[in-house]
């Protein structure tokens, strides 16, 4: 069982940034991130492939976060640039446990989770 840590998360203005990262325990392959509001389901928002490429974001986030890995460290990042209010939310860091062709935008694909770190943007 791997498992999974977010850190990087916090409180930061509007136009501000924020980078997340993702530990992980042991060997992963595909990884995502997804995020969940407050009364609002869970939302994709990057994945990226164990080779480090493709990668894809949401429609919501493209141009300005980035995500990228570190195999030999097994870590994930989100670099967020010109956060907005409605990025404010609960951040989920979620990786497969094999080798997958596709890199997949939905939650049930991904095997193990972390527990979460709060990204919140003032106005």
């Known amino acids: 069982q791997v498992q999974l840590v977010e850190s990087g998360g916090g409180l930061v203005q509007a136009g501000g940034s924020l980078r997340l990262s993702c530990a992980a325990s042991?060997?992963?392959?595909?990884m995502g991130w997804f995020r969940q509001a407050p009364g609002k389901e869970r939302e994709f928002v990057a994945a990226?492939?164990?080779?480090?490429?493709?990668?894809y974001y949401a429609d919501s986030v493209k141009g300005r976060f980035t995500i990228a890995r570190d195999n030999a460290k097994n870590t994930m990042y989100l670099q967020m640039n010109s956060l907005k209010p409605e990025d404010t939310a609960v951040y989920y860091c979620?990786?497969?446990?094999?080798?997958?062709?596709?890199?997949?935008?939905?939650?049930?694909?991904?095997?193990?989770w972390g527990q979460g770190t709060q990204v919140t943007v003032s106005s």
């Open positions: 990226i492939s164990w080779l480090g490429t493709p990668k």
């Open positions: 042991g060997r992963t392959f595909n």
């Open positions: 979620a990786a497969q446990r094999s080798a997958r062709i596709d890199v997949s935008s939905g939650p049930d694909d991904y095997d193990y």
